[in-house]
């Protein structure tokens, strides 16, 4: 290490320059490195690896899975996923839902519940301190599922998927916290409503659809679509349009302005939970998409802007996020 | 004292080639294939014409923004590097990168962002806000500007904010969190001009102050008290710095979000070629940060078809084992 330089990451560094002649500056140079190093390397790797985990959970595209631990009906449930919470409290299960995860939106009921934390941070303590009998958990939490089966706690596991997986998961749930029969007719109704969308847009032009699920503030920047996999998309198809980005075998893209003009979508719908979207956003938001004119959906104004969470939760109430849908592709007069 | 000068002239006439080069060339490749002979044609009514659009909405505005945050970049890295003499310094070391993050994520979690005109105004006036916090410390005790001051309140300041963007992180939702992590890794689809038009003015005034700080940032890396003999005004060339450099990396952090490594590696990699000498390091450090991260974008866009990859991953990615190959090859 005769060489002068000393290099360090953009973001973590470490080291002193070696070979100073001032010893001062020596001083002053080991504790700015200190400081850094000590200040700055943990969070992008922590932020890193967070969004790694988030890709990864995303990209998974799993069934169900429940562990054969126990069979009796539990009392004390303690669910980490909103989708699986909606769908306790819609197969009659709620009154047992001791703890929540802290993304809870619906029903209301879901959100008095104690928090127990959520997808990266879940509070192992109070999970335990609950005695529960069955901790919802999803399928990327595995330090939280080795934890919890050392301490003999049993896991009824899940991963978001397609939208059949969501009738599939609801019936798998109720088996499995004793409200089957409930849990079969709660499916089948879903399936029925489904069915029945599917069936009043037979027949009608299907608008080729980009429908996105986040973008920065007025800006076309940092766009994220649904891709060929994932309720999502199954949705979109089910309400009789053609997924834009259907040969992208991912739950998600980013959608560049580039995708975007070659794919030139028809409709352009954007979903977003109900919380900040006032009707005049709304409109300041929809004009943003004149920057890119030549897209079918700015031409013709086919640009909805759908703030409802119904969309977003791959719960029991899909039909319903799916009637919207249908009727925003398929609306009287266009 | 004019002879290393000279030979540093080809250097810096290749990279400013090469930075032509890369911002002329990068429109034309992309995960699309489009034919040029319409791009260029002008019998199609601008509207109806999808590759023009793609050519001159998408794929252009990419390039010159690309180029104008590397390039920023990398001069923001020479001056802070020669501000703080410290190697290791970077244009993200005082804070003004958290600053920025944290600005930009409260406007992407709270939707506050469409009250203020976007995400890009909310990550500026973070940036400022830590700019002011880390000068008001540094010249609160000191008559002058504690550079050591300067370096540890920095440091401390961007623990703090990582802490508080971790904080907004928490109260976030799912989606929102997903594409706030996705902006702290850099994104240059500007998708027009309207971005790199508002940073422009900001961009211009600091290259201004860095021509200026060229010689008095040479008399400064010998030290203070050598450059106070030969007539540099050291607290005021290290306030003009300072300003001048934060100004550059706040607009660069709001074009294109905190890209790492193009604001350590391409000054590191520049004075390997022309020496230590502000006047060649300088220009040189600007042509080819742009060159490096226009070159860096297209891999970026191109590499997974139609998926994309964040362009702070292929900085580091290219660019630290390169760093390290041209190191050892010199030693």
């Excluded at chain 1, 509070?123 to 335990?128: A, N, P």
């Excluded at chain 2, 963007?165 to 309207?194: E, K």
């Amino acid at each position: 290490m005769k060489g002068p330089r000393v290099l360090g990451s953009d973001r973590g560094q470490t080291g002193v320059r070696p070979g100073s002649d001032q010893g001062q500056t020596r001083l002053r140079r080991s504790l700015a490195a200190i400081a850094a190093s000590a200040g700055q390397a943990p969070i992008p790797t922590v932020l890193l690896c967070a969004w790694l985990a988030i890709l990864t959970c995303t990209l998974a595209a799993r069934g169900p899975q429940s562990s054969p631990a126990s069979t009796q009906a539990p009392a004390r449930i303690i669910s980490l996923v909103p989708a699986v919470t909606e769908m306790l409290f819609a197969i009659g299960a709620g009154d047992r839902v001791v703890g929540v995860s802290s993304y809870e939106i619906y029903p209301p009921e879901a959100k008095k519940r104690p928090s127990m934390g959520a997808l990266f941070d879940p509070d192992v303590e109070r999970i335990l301190a609950a005695k529960s009998d069955l901790v919802i958990v999803y399928g990327s939490q595995t330090e939280l599922m080795s934890r919890l089966q050392r301490a003999s706690v049993p896991m009824f596991r899940y991963e978001h998927a397609g939208l059949a997986d969501i009738t599939s998961t609801i019936r798998a749930l109720g088996d499995r916290v004793g409200r089957g029969p409930r849990a079969r007719e709660v499916a089948t109704s879903i399936e029925r409503d489904l069915d029945a969308i599917r069936q009043s847009v037979a027949g009608k032009p299907r608008p080729k659809t980009a429908l996105l699920f986040g973008r920065e503030p007025g800006a076309l920047r940092n766009m994220y679509a649904s891709g060929g996999i994932g309720f999502m998309h199954d949705m979109l198809e089910l309400a009789g349009g053609i997924d834009a980005f259907a040969d992208v075998k991912r739950q998600n893209l980013q959608a560049t302005t580039e995708i975007l003009l070659a794919r030139a979508p028809e409709v352009i719908i954007e979903v977003h939970p109900a919380e900040g979207w006032t009707p005049e956003r709304i409109v300041t938001e929809r004009a943003v998409w004149k920057g890119l004119p030549s897209l079918p959906a700015v031409r013709t104004g086919r640009i909805h802007i759908l703030t409802n969470d119904r969309l977003i939760v791959p719960g029991p109430r899909v039909a319903e996020g799916a009637r919207l849908l249908a009727s925003v592709l398929h609306a009287a007069g266009r | 004292m004019t002879s290393p000068l000279r030979r540093g002239v080809p250097v810096i006439v290749a990279c400013f080639a090469a930075m032509v080069v890369a911002i002329i060339a990068a429109p034309f490749i992309g995960s699309t294939s489009i034919q040029f002979g319409r791009v260029f044609s002008s019998s199609i009514p601008y509207a109806d014409n999808v590759d023009a659009q793609i050519f001159f909405i998408a794929r252009l505005p990419r390039a010159l923004a690309a180029a104008l945050v590397g390039g920023t970049l990398a001069a923001a890295g020479v001056v802070f590097q020669g501000l703080l003499r410290n190697p290791l310094a970077t244009p993200y070391t005082l804070g003004i990168s958290a600053g920025a993050s944290l600005g930009a994520m409260l406007a992407i979690t709270f939707g506050a962002g469409w009250m203020i005109g976007g995400v890009a105004p909310a990550s500026l006036a973070g940036a400022a806000i830590a700019v002011a916090i880390v000068y008001a410390l540094a010249a609160a005790r000191h008559r002058g500007l504690s550079t050591t001051v300067l370096l540890l309140a920095g440091v401390t300041l961007n623990a703090f904010f990582s802490a508080l963007i971790l904080f907004v992180q928490y109260l976030s939702d799912f989606a929102q969190t997903y594409r706030a992590l996705r902006w702290l890794m850099g994104d240059l689809d500007v998708a027009g001009y309207a971005p790199i038009v508002a940073a422009l003015p900001m961009v211009v005034v600091a290259f201004l102050a860095f021509a200026w700080l060229a010689r008095p940032l040479n008399l400064l890396s010998v030290s203070a008290e050598a450059a106070s003999t030969r007539g540099v005004q050291v607290v005021h060339v290290q306030r003009t710095a300072f300003f001048a450099a934060s100004l550059a990396t706040g607009a660069a952090v709001s074009v294109g979000g905190p890209i790492g490594f193009v604001g350590i590696i391409v000054p590191h990699l520049v004075r390997l070629l022309v020496g230590a000498d502000h006047r060649l390091v300088l220009p040189a450090s600007i042509c080819f940060g742009a060159a490096f991260l226009v070159g860096c974008d297209v891999v970026a866009r191109t590499a997974f078809p139609p998926i994309e990859l964040p362009v702070g991953i292929i900085t580091a990615v290219i660019g630290g084992p390169f760093f390290l190959w041209l190191l050892v090859k010199r030693t």
